[in-house]
C-alpha cells in the first residue's frame, strides 16, 4: 500500500534554557510527519534528533525527508538507514497508527505509567521540587556534573534532606564526571539511598563503570553509551547488569527494539528527549508494553514548556511553511487537543 507523505519542521523554545554537562540547550527543534493510506486513515509521526546525543543531525533529517516522494511504502519506511534512527522512529510511529488505527486518546497513557519530573541544575532545584510535588510527582531527577561539586554536592544534601521520605530522587551526570568524582557522588549517594545515577562518566569508560556497579550499593544507569539499539546490545553482551535508559525517539527502529527488550532480560528505564506529545505517545507505548519494574518513567518535562507553542494554537507559525497546509494544521490541532485531554 502507499501513503502520501508530508512533514513539517517545528520549534520550540524552553521556558528556561536546559543545563546539562553537554552544554546550554535552549529550543527544541524537530520535524512532524503525517502519512495518509488510500482509505482516509491519517497517522502522525516525530523525529526529534539530539545530534550530540548521537543521533543524526535535525539539518541530515530534513535532508532525507525532503529528498522522499509525496508516497511511500512501507518497505521505504523499514529501509530507512540506522544512521538515522531518529528518523526510524518517526516514520515507524506514524506507519503503525495509521495501520493499526491505534488512537492515543483512547487510553491515559500517563496513568498507566509514572513520570519522573525533572528538576532544574542548581539551587532553583530546592524551590522547583515542591511545585512538582503538589503536581503528583514522587520521583524527581536532578542534574549533576554542570558546577564545582563541592558546590554541588552542598545542593545535593540540601535536596536530598528535604524532600519527603516516600519521594525518590535520582542523578543524571550526562557523562560529566570523572571517575574521582564519580566516587564522591556514590559515596553521597549511599548516604541517602538514592535511586540511581545515570551514564557518572563518558561513553569511553563502560569498564570502569562496570567496576563502579559493583563497588556501591547506589546503582549505575547508562544512558549516553545505549543512544541507539547497536549500543544498547553492545553493552548488554559486555555484562551491563545495571539500568539501562532507553530514549525510543532517538533508539531507532521500534519494530527491532521491541523485539530485543522482549528477548532479553533488562532492567530498562524508558526517557524523553523533549519531544511533542506526538513522540511522547508514540514512546509512551513502547514503554507501557516494555518496562519490566516500577521505575518512573523519564517523561515528566511538560513544565520545561510554555502552553503558548504550537500545542497551544492551529494558528502559530512555527511550522515551516505554514500556508500550504492549513487542513492539515487544523488535523494536527486536533490531534493534539486529545492527546491534552487525556
Not at 486518546?105 to 539551587?123: R, V
Not at 522547583?128 to 503536581?135: A, E, S, V, Y
Request: net charge positive.
Amino acid at each position: 500500500m502507499k501513503y502520501s507523505f508530508e512533514f513539517h519542521p517545528y520549534s520550540r523554545k524552553f521556558k528556561q534554557p536546559l543545563v546539562t554537562s553537554h552544554g546550554l540547550w535552549k529550543t527544541r527543534e524537530g520535524i512532524i510527519l503525517r502519512l495518509k493510506d488510500e482509505t482516509g486513515s491519517v497517522g502522525f509521526g516525530e523525529i526529534a534528533p539530539l545530534e550530540w546525543f548521537g543521533s543524526e543531525s535535525l539539518q541530515q533529517a530534513l535532508e532525507f525527508c525532503n529528498q522522499l516522494p509525496s508516497e511511500i511504502t512501507s518497505d521505504d519506511v523499514f529501509a530507512i538507514p540506522k544512521q538515522l534512527p531518529a528518523c526510524q522512529f518517526g516514520f515507524e510511529s506514524a506507519l503503525s497508527e495509521v495501520k493499526f488505527i491505534e488512537k492515543y486518546n483512547k487510553f491515559n497513557l500517563e496513568k498507566i505509567i509514572s513520570f519522573s519530573g525533572l528538576l532544574p541544575s542548581g539551587k532553583t532545584a530546592l524551590d522547583t521540587w515542591k511545585r512538582l510535588w503538589n503536581q503528583g510527582y514522587r520521583t524527581f531527577k536532578w542534574k549533576i556534573g554542570i558546577t564545582n561539586i563541592v558546590e554541588e554536592l552542598k545542593v545535593f544534601h540540601s535536596l536530598a534532606y528535604s524532600l519527603p521520605q516516600e519521594a525518590k530522587l535520582r542523578l543524571d551526570a550526562n557523562a560529566g564526571l570523572t571517575l574521582p568524582e564519580a566516587v564522591e557522588w556514590l559515596k553521597a549517594c549511599d548516604r541517602y539511598a538514592i535511586e540511581f545515577l545515570e551514564q557518572p562518566l563518558p561513553v569511553t569508560e563502560l569498564e570502569s563503570m562496570l567496576k563502579l556497579s559493583k563497588s556501591y550499593s547506589t546503582r549505575l544507569a547508562l544512558d549516553e553509551s545505549i543512544a541507539n539499539i547497536d549500543q544498547l546490545k553492545a553493552c548488554y553482551k559486555k555484562g551491563w547488569q545495571g539500568i539501562f535508559v532507553i530514549k525510543p525517539a532517538i533508539a531507532g527502529s521500534p519494530k527491532l527494539l521491541r523485539e530485543f527488550c522482549k528477548n532479553q532480560k533488562i532492567d530498562a528505564v524508558f526517557s524523553s528527549v523533549f519531544e511533542t506529545r506526538i513522540g511522547t505517545s508514540a514512546g509512551l507505548k513502547l514503554a507501557t508494553e516494555l518496562n519490566k519494574n516500577n521505575l518512573a518513567a523519564g517523561f515528566g518535562v511538560t513544565h520545561w514548556f510554555s502552553k503558548e507553542d504550537f500545542l497551544s494554537s492551529p494558528d502559530t507559525h512555527t511550522f515551516r511553511p505554514y500556508e500550504p497546509c492549513k487542513p492539515i494544521f487544523q488535523e494536527l490541532w486536533t490531534k493534539l487537543s486529545k492527546l491534552s485531554n487525556t
